[in-house]
């Protein structure tokens, strides 16, 4: 069954219409789900370690296993040799892709954190003053990865090692195991990243345990990572308790291509995104409508070979398009239009034409660099803005896990200069307790 | 009339207890001021410039102005020449004085902006692969400020200034003008500061015209300000669409002192952060419970010269303190605890302390560095994290008017070991396609 994948043409008229309808995605609010989240985590805030334990019985079904439901959160807990042996227990060349995946992220977030400021600076003025600025870790940070089937080694990579590089002193993760049932491959990122706990717990309860502390659970000072709606709704509610990352929307990808790369590279390059969820976006950007052509065929060629075909055709049907451009430049314009999470820019000298896009959350330049490779060892991190939120956020990095304090040692001759502009502006203000204190340092 | 302000002893059996009690703060959730502003969000999504000249005039009483409401939002708009006519009539050492802070603003944060790593950086593998992020400013960004009597002219720099130096390319100022009447210092303030256009909109209708766009707003990328709890509410809302700043809490001051500095300085100082609110607090940690008798005298006899004393009294009466403590360390662990949004160390060799606080938004080092040049002039910003978050969150800064997008440019040869790493490990999360696409860069 042959894929129907959007197409549309800049020149039309309304094509800017058409765009913003293909781009249009609300995420859902569903008033059961928020009330549901809110009383759970009233309820963790109320009595600790016993509602975790409930919930988890519950949701879990940890009742229904052999040995019966958790006792105690003590018990839902994963030691250090558990984390080792499930490293251990990978098969080589597993654990040394894994292994290697690390090495690569690391390397890469500790360039980062040498170049992103995190030394702080500080400047003397001639009158003695000194201004500036400290970084600091956050002291503790709770790692939220989902259970089941959308379990993925590489999130606990990419959220727990960043921390580390920061310097954040104990790195807690918690998963659901529902049934009971452990993702060993998830146990050995979380060894290999040098996570500090873990415990399986999921759902609005994990996110309440982290936020709020329990007798067993220590409370952290910030929560990444992705879950569900549940888990979604349930971060941002404790927003301000504890800091939290970006909510994610669905996953997009678009490329953009000159026309001369293997069409069946970036037919599976737009494969890979919509293979995710039936709401990803694949989007490509031609100006040769030849070889948008080509990319369909080889679309509808290698469908049928995807174990997972029936996401990716619902994905391209509902949520892909094939774009004719005018020309290179155009395809910028549109590319900062819709402010992708993954920007492929498919061509010869592809510097020249990344240097016109302002906003993406990562950019692959040239024919080699597909998304997946960034989805698991180049090196940066595969945590990043969707839904146009690339207009002004950023990729997970070191400077989620660290904060600033402002620095202001004010000399006695400073106190005279500073004190006479800041009492001028404070009693313009009103403000007449801030001008007195002051002018009481004048001499 | 006597200020009771409570004494705490940090060698009280339940010393922690009593100080988590002083720092409870809850933000009240108010049902019906979140349906209010979900409607009045909603509306302005759906009928743009009318919804939004519905609610001005209605909440900003512009019908009973002589010359009636407003006929279009394009007569909300204050232009060029009314601001520039309104930094031309201050006095002339007012004007100087906001001009002076400006300056020393924009220093501070253009060396923030050189310092935070704001020129990205790349770096070459062996193998020829590129890696890098690339910084870019946001394009559009709006800045609320409130009307009436918390209408701060140095919050316009505080919050305009680092946009402008980051490279924001337009400033987009709203202002509500209750009864129509305008704030001749915030909009001289404006002027100093560069923003672009000046709205006389407030209230959730102005956030969500940031938000959406009208025909005559532009869609912004970001809000940042403060306002009351309909806009703090309506940005809550509108995150996701657009990027928001902290919501602020009660503004807080924690001093340490040795016990060594004026007790007038730091009555005064206390009396600085109580003034601002009913809610604010102003805690003192000394080891001299003499000093602090002393500090409580002052504030005595202090307190009736003040024409904000019944907001300073019900502030340090509700969350003020005077906590004794057993030295200097103790102090330093009690404020790492608090984590407060200014920290003052009036001491001798005052950095010896401050390299033992981890969480505060800005520290005032010495006994000359009053909170109050910080507020105004030193030159970092006054926008910082309250009610604890300085455990997770910075000052508001250059960083927050950028974002970041990660560089990939895998080389040939980079494909071959990349690709295999990827594969071995899509394949280990079930993603085929993910894999398929790094295989077929294979030679």
Redesign the interface.
């Known amino acids: 069954m042959a894929i129907t994948i959007r197409k549309l043409d800049s020149a039309d008229a309304d094509f800017r219409a058409q765009l913003s309808a293909l781009l249009a995605f609300e ?1 859902s609010e569903d008033a059961a789900i928020e009330q549901a989240a809110a009383q759970i985590l009233a309820d963790v805030k109320a009595r600790g370690d016993a509602a975790v334990l409930d919930y988890t019985n519950q949701f879990d079904r940890l009742q229904q296993r052999p040995q019966g439901g958790a006792t105690s959160v003590a018990q839902l807990e994963i030691g250090q040799p558990e984390l080792q042996a499930a490293l251990a227990g990978l098969a080589p ?2 654990r040394l ?2 292994q ?2 690390a090495d690569r992220v690391r390397l ?1 977030h500790e ?2 954190k040498l ?3 995190s030394a ?2 500080s ?1 003397t003025e001639p009158d003695g ?3 500036g ?2 970084v ?1 870790p ?2 503790r940070v709770g790692i939220y990865v989902p259970g089941g ?1 959308a379990a ?3 999130s606990v990579l990419m959220n727990a090692i960043p921390a580390k590089v920061a310097g954040v002193q104990e790195i807690i993760m918690v998963v659901p195991t529902p049934d009971g049932v452990r993702n060993e ?1 998830v146990l050995a990122a979380a060894a290999i990243a040098g996570v500090d706990r873990v415990f399986t717990i999921g759902g609005a309860q994990a996110v309440g345990a982290l936020a709020y502390g329990t007798a067993t659970v220590p409370p952290v ?2 929560i990444v990572g992705p879950g569900n709606a549940y888990v979604a709704c349930a971060k941002r509610r404790v927003f ?1 308790t ?2 939290i990352d970006m ?1 994610a929307g669905p996953s997009e990808i678009l490329v953009i291509c000159d026309g001369s790369t ?1 069409p ?2 970036i037919a ?2 737009l ?2 995104q ?3 969820d039936e709401l990803a976006q694949s989007i490509l950007l031609c100006p040769d409508a030849a070889y948008l052509a080509r990319v369909e065929a080889s679309i509808n060629r290698l469908i049928e ?4 075909r029936d996401v ?1 055709r619902t994905s391209l049907t509902n949520r892909g398009a094939l774009v004719l451009v005018r020309d290179m430049d155009q395809a910028c314009e549109i590319a900062n239009l819709i402010a992708p999470e993954h920007l492929e820019i498919s061509t010869d000298n ?2 020249q034409w ?1 240097d016109k ?25 595969h945590v ?2 969707t ?1 146009r ?7 997970l ?1 070191v ?1 989620d896990f660290q ?10 001759a ?2 005279q200069t ?9 009693y ?11 002018e ?2 004048l001499k």
Chains 1, 2 share one sequence.
């Open positions: 995420a060349e597993r892709a894994l290697t995946a890469y360039r980062q170049e992103c400021g702080g600076f400047y003053t000194v201004l600025q400290k600091t956050l002291d089937k993925y080694p590489s491959l000072d910030k301000g504890v800091g909510i293997d069946d590279w599976m390059d494969f890979s919509a293979e995710h070979q995807m174990p997972r990716i592809p510097q990344a896009i302002r906003h993406a959350g990562a950019m692959f330049l040239g024919r080699f660099s597909s998304e997946a490779l960034g989805d698991y060892c180049a090196g940066p991190n990043l803005p839904s939120t690339a207009r002004f956020s950023s990729p990095g400077y904060k600033r304090s402002s620095m202001i040692h004010v000399s006695q400073g106190a500073l004190g006479r502009v800041a009492a001028e502006l404070a313009g203000e009103g403000l007449q307790a801030h001008a007195r204190s002051a009481l340092r």
